[in-house]
């Protein structure tokens, strides 16, 4: 393994856990009304950015992508835009650079399920200074980690 990739894993899997309570269950219970938009029967996630007040919140879910279309292949399936690059897409860096993204998948009962960005979304995040990750677990846990 390389010393990026070993870098990458150690700060990606360097998680705390916490439970519902507070700013963490208002911003998931956001992220989760939001997941609850998306067009996907499952895998429906919903992503709030958050930087000081409520008046810098920006969020997103998980959707299809016409404009990705054009670079695959009508076999490889449709194109999707992770709620996490949603939430970052358009917003001006010095509301994303020291903010916290919550992320929060639901299954189809509305249950939480695990939903740790994906290293591609985590690159992304960590490229527009975002210092923060809170991703559900599920109903009684959430995880994250810095960037």
Same mark, same amino acid.
Request: aromatic share 10%; hydrophobic share 30%.
């Given at each position: 393994?390389?010393?990026?990739?070993?870098?990458?894993?150690?700060?990606? &899997?360097?998680? +705390?856990?916490?439970?519902? =309570?507070?700013?963490? %269950?208002?911003?998931?219970?956001?992220?989760? !009304? $939001?997941?609850?938009?998306?067009?996907?029967?499952?895998?429906?996630?919903?992503?709030?950015?958050?930087?000081?007040?409520?008046?810098?919140? &920006?969020?997103? +879910?998980?959707?299809?992508? =016409?404009?990705?279309? %054009?670079?695959?292949?009508?076999?490889?399936? !449709? $194109?999707?835009?992770?709620?996490?690059?949603?939430?970052?897409?358009?917003?001006?860096?010095?509301?994303?650079?020291?903010?916290?993204?919550?992320?929060?998948?639901?299954?189809?009962?509305?249950?939480?399920?695990?939903?740790?960005?994906?290293?591609?979304?985590?690159?992304?995040?960590?490229?527009?200074?975002?210092?923060?990750?809170?991703?559900?677990?599920?109903?009684?846990?959430?995880?994250?980690?810095?960037?």
């Amino acid at each position: 393994m390389s010393s990026t990739a070993k870098e990458y894993e150690s700060l990606y &899997s360097a998680t +705390k856990t916490h439970k519902y =309570s507070g700013k963490i %269950r208002r911003y998931m219970d956001l992220a989760r !009304r $939001t997941a609850q938009q998306s067009a996907f029967p499952d895998y429906r996630h919903g992503a709030v950015l958050v930087k000081g007040s409520v008046r810098n919140v &920006s969020t997103n +879910k998980n959707n299809y992508c =016409s404009f990705g279309s %054009r670079f695959q292949k009508n076999h490889e399936g !449709r $194109t999707t835009l992770h709620a996490e690059l949603g939430a970052i897409l358009g917003v001006d860096r010095s509301i994303t650079e020291g903010a916290t993204v919550y992320v929060a998948r639901i299954g189809k009962k509305n249950n939480y399920k695990i939903s740790k960005p994906c290293s591609m979304c985590h690159q992304a995040l960590k490229f527009v200074g975002i210092k923060r990750v809170v991703y559900t677990i599920n109903n009684k846990i959430a995880g994250s980690y810095k960037l």
